[in-house]
C-alpha cells in the first residue's frame, strides 16, 4: 500500500499475515479510489461530489442489505461482513474525502485534527478491526499514529497542495501562519519554486514538532501489540518519523526538495522496528 496518496499508511505492508493483505487491499481499493474522485483529474466539484455520494449510497445499499454491482464494494462486502468492520469508518473517510472538495483552508489546529479524525484515523481504526485488537485504548494510540501521518503528509506536500483547486489547498493553520508572519500568498508564490522564507521554515519547524510529539505519543502501541501487527505498527512509526527527519534535513524547504521515503531508508526503518527505544520500555 505504499503509493501516492497513502505513502505514509502501511508502510509495511509485505508484513502483513497472508490472510489479511486481501482485506487490506479492498479497504485501500475503497480509500484510493475515493480520495480520488476528491483529488485527481480535472472534474468540477458538483461531478466530484455526485460520485463520492454514490460510494455513500454503496456503504448505505451493504446496510440495509440490498444487492450492489460496483467493483469496489463487491470486493469490500464480504471483508466488511466478516470482520464486522463498522460501517461508520468509511462513512467518515467519505465525509473528508467530501470536504476536500470545497474547502481549501483550516482556520486552526484542532479545525485540522477534526479533518484527520476523519480522514486519516479510520485507517489505523479499520487495521485494528481486522486483526481484533480494537481496544479503547488501542483505538486511541492508533488515532494518534494515524492523525500524525496525515499531519505529516500534509508538511511534505505543502508545495503540492498550494497547486491544487482554483485557490490552492494550505493544511497549514490559518492562526499558525499569522503568528509566524506567513500568508497564504506566501505559500501559493513559494509552490512554483522560488526557496521558503525563514518565517516559513519556522513555521514548518513548529508543525514538525506538533507531529512528531503525537506520533510518539501513539508509538508505544507497536511495541504492547504482539507480532506481525505490532511489527507493522512499529515500520509504520518509524516511516513517518524518517519523513520528518527528512523534512528537517532540507531545512524546511519542502517546496524545492519534497521528502520521500527511498530505498536507502528501509534498512533503517526494518532496524528501528526491531529494536526497541529505552525510552518506550515501562
Not at 519534497?258 to 518506550?280: C, E, G, H, Y
Amino acid at each position: 500500500m505504499a503509493v501516492d496518496h497513502y505513502e505514509n499508511f502501511p508502510v509495511a505492508s509485505v508484513l502483513l499475515p497472508a490472510p489479511l493483505r486481501e482485506p487490506v487491499a479492498a479497504i485501500y481499493g475503497f480509500a484510493r479510489s475515493a480520495d480520488d474522485f476528491a483529488d485527481e483529474g480535472d472534474l468540477p466539484p458538483d461531478q466530484r461530489r455526485e460520485l463520492l455520494a454514490g460510494y455513500q449510497a454503496e456503504l448505505d445499499a451493504i446496510e440495509q442489505g440490498r444487492p450492489t454491482q460496483h467493483p469496489v464494494f463487491l470486493r469490500l462486502r464480504p471483508v466488511i461482513a466478516s470482520y464486522g468492520l463498522p460501517l461508520q469508518l468509511f462513512r467518515d473517510l467519505l465525509d473528508a474525502f467530501m470536504q476536500d472538495v470545497g474547502k481549501d483552508r483550516y482556520r486552526d489546529f484542532p479545525e485540522l485534527m477534526d479533518y484527520c479524525r476523519r480522514s486519516a484515523d479510520p485507517v489505523g481504526r479499520l487495521l485494528l478491526h481486522l486483526f481484533g485488537h480494537a481496544t479503547a485504548e488501542n483505538l486511541t494510540r492508533s488515532d494518534a499514529i494515524c492523525s500524525a501521518l496525515q499531519l505529516i503528509n500534509h508538511w511534505q506536500d505543502v508545495g503540492i497542495d498550494a497547486g491544487k483547486g482554483t485557490n490552492g489547498r494550505i493544511y497549514l493553520p490559518q492562526d499558525d501562519m499569522a503568528r509566524f508572519g506567513v500568508s497564504d500568498g506566501d505559500v501559493l508564490r513559494r509552490s512554483v519554486g522560488k526557496p521558503a522564507s525563514t518565517d516559513f521554515r519556522q513555521l514548518l519547524a513548529f508543525q514538525v514538532n506538533r507531529a512528531r510529539a503525537l506520533m510518539l505519543s501513539g508509538a508505544p502501541l507497536g511495541w504492547d501489540l504482539q507480532g506481525r501487527i505490532g511489527l507493522e505498527i512499529r515500520a509504520i512509526v518509524a516511516g513517518g518519523l524518517r519523513i520528518l527527519d527528512k523534512i528537517e534535513a532540507v531545512d524546511y524547504d519542502v517546496f524545492n526538495r519534497r521528502p520521500r521515503l527511498q530505498a536507502p531508508d528501509w534498512p533503517l526503518i526494518l532496524w528501528q522496528s526491531l529494536v526497541r527505544p529505552l525510552d518506550t520500555h515501562r
